[in-house]
């Protein structure tokens, strides 16, 4: 899948893939359909939800929606 060589590239390049948000940080790992989504623990990845990649779209415009995604999510939690 393309958004897992993409999300490898970033890695190599030594960016984090993680989003700020009121709560905390919240990372992404790939999966097969897209991005699975939460906070982060000794054990790894404490999913909160999965984000679907929109092949359609280039990474950057899935990034850009997984952004909003991720605000609306959190957003709600805190409410």
Same mark, same amino acid.
């Given at each position: 899948?393309?958004h897992?060589?993409? /999300? !490898?590239? =970033?890695? !190599?390049? $030594?960016i984090? *893939?993680?989003?700020?948000?009121?709560? $905390?940080?919240? /990372?992404?790992? *790939?999966?097969?359909? $897209?991005? +699975?989504?939460?906070?982060a623990?000794? =054990? $790894? @990845? #404490? !999913?909160?939800?999965?984000? =679907? /990649?929109?092949?359609?779209?280039?990474?950057? &415009?899935? #990034?850009?929606? @997984?952004?909003?995604?991720? =605000?609306?999510? /959190?957003? &709600? +939690?805190?409410?």
């Amino acid at each position: 899948m393309i958004h897992q060589e993409q /999300y !490898k590239e =970033i890695i !190599k390049q $030594g960016i984090i *893939p993680c989003f700020e948000t009121n709560t $905390g940080e919240v /990372y992404i790992e *790939p999966t097969d359909m $897209g991005f +699975a989504v939460g906070t982060a623990c000794n =054990i $790894g @990845l #404490l !999913k909160d939800f999965e984000f =679907i /990649y929109d092949s359609d779209f280039s990474f950057d &415009e899935n #990034l850009n929606e @997984l952004n909003e995604q991720i =605000i609306d999510y /959190y957003e &709600e +939690a805190e409410a």
